[in-house]
């Protein structure tokens, strides 16, 4: 057995697999029962599409197919912005950005502890 695919998600491994049972060959998909371990955070990489060894030239070409087709990501997410310094501000500022927010968030508590106190 071979892979040939590596999918962000279980779904997407899925439908590789679905588009390759359609050319005529026997696709596996393993890891995609993984995802429900790590909960809500994002696990790309855990499912993947296995294939028989003599069917892996053709599965690499329904890959191949299969991801000329996808459109691409016209914009980067909010993450990868702040990463590139998109909006003015500079590489790497996640750490402040994590600050600002633990401030608020502390202050914020507080005054609900404050208000829940003179109940």
Same mark, same amino acid.
Not at 2 to 17: I, N, P, Q
Not at 56 to 66: P, T
Not at 71 to 88: A, F, M, W
Not at 99 to 119: F, H, I, Q
């Given at each position: 057995?071979?892979?040939?695919?590596?999918?962000?998600?279980? /779904?997407?491994?899925?439908?590789?697999?679905g588009l390759?049972? *359609?050319?005529?060959?026997?696709? *596996?998909?393993? =890891?995609?029962? /993984? *995802?429900?371990?790590?909960?809500e955070l994002?696990?790309? =990489?855990?499912?993947?599409?296995?294939?028989?060894?003599?069917?892996? *030239?053709?599965?690499?070409?329904?890959?191949?197919?299969? #991801?000329?087709? @996808?459109?691409?990501?016209? #914009?980067?997410?909010?993450? @990868?912005?702040?990463?590139?310094?998109?909006?003015? @501000?500079?590489?790497?500022?996640?750490?402040?950005a994590f600050?600002?927010?633990? !401030?608020?968030?502390?202050?914020?508590?507080?005054?609900?502890?404050?208000? !829940? /106190?003179? !109940?």
């Open positions: 057995m071979k892979r040939v695919y590596e999918a962000r998600d279980g /779904l997407e491994a899925h439908m590789v697999a390759m049972e *359609q050319a005529g060959i026997m696709a *596996q998909v393993r =890891g995609d029962m /993984l *995802q429900g371990a790590v909960g994002p696990a790309a =990489g855990l499912a993947s599409v296995w294939v028989a060894d003599d069917d892996e *030239q053709r599965a690499r070409a329904v890959v191949r197919d299969f #991801e000329e087709e @996808q459109p691409p990501n016209p #914009e980067p997410g909010p993450r @990868q912005r702040l990463r590139d310094g998109v909006r003015g @501000q500079g590489a790497g500022d996640t750490g402040r600050r600002n927010g633990l !401030l608020v968030g502390v202050v914020l508590g507080g005054l609900v502890m404050a208000w !829940l /106190l003179t !109940l």
